[in-house]
């Protein structure tokens, strides 16, 4: 072998030792670097400059704001006259109460003679003539008014109502003078709708004298008129059932009256009614033969609960 081959097997063997030494010297080089930063390379995005964490930003939590700050108030309501409800038979109160839910002034000034709390009227008449003119007098005017308002018995379900909503509206003036009364309509009824008792009538529907309780024969067949205050008889049921019995009526806000069916085997019923509205109570009527049908009955003991019509004037049958 000539020395110039021979000098060229030895540059090939030493060259990967060479190049070993080389890389061993550079630093690490670009395949040792982390994979995020391979990555990242490739994507072409530029590696992040801080390997520090970053809290995200926190929002602040929905609800309250907190124990120390007051909600929101909410806007004020003055509530007017609600319905009655009324009939259009109804006593002089019942109109006055009318004229009062449809903010009509002269008539509830003009109409108080025949009505038993006239003050009570009057005051409606006074406070409807503020709204209207807003001036100082006036509202001076329905405060005197308020003011003597007389108390109220609470079986006067029209004035009790009359008497809340005159004052309401007042007091709201006094406390803000320069503001508008923001009034609404009223809600829910002055009197609620009810069942209280049962009356036993003859074949021309008045009532039978003498009965300590509403009681008829066995046999069936008495006439008895419901008591309380409501407006329209939906159904008319015995022990929670629908009756089927026979009624007579003469409309909304005119009493009812039913015929008793025979007994079966109990000695008393439950009488409950529903109207267009829910009415509460519930009566009974118990089965003595010791009493005379009413048709045609010359008397005998009778219940005497109740006027002859439904009214929401404050009488016995409220």
Known sequence: ??????????GFLLLPAIFAMLGGCAGPSQDSAPAQDSASARSGAPAPASTAVVEPTVAPPGGPAGPDVPPPAAAPVVRWVPIGPIGPNDPQEGRMYLYAQGKDCGNLRSGVDGTTFKDVWLAAA???????????????????ATAAMPKVPPNRCLELAIVSVMRGVVDYHASNPTSAVPLQPGIGESCPRHLSGLTVVDENLNPVPGLQRPSGPRTGGTWVRLDGYYVRVGSLKIDGVDSGVETRGAGDYSPVYFKTPAATTKNSFTVTITDTLEVDGAVQFFYDDTVGSSAGSTGGPSSTAGPTKPSPSGTASR
Do not use: E, H, P
Request: with cysteine; net charge positive.
């Open 1 to 10: 072998m000539n020395y110039r081959t021979r000098n060229r097997i030895l």
């Open 126 to 144: 006074a406070v409807c003539d503020a709204l209207r003119a807003n001036t100082g007098q006036s509202w001076q005017a329905a405060a005197a």
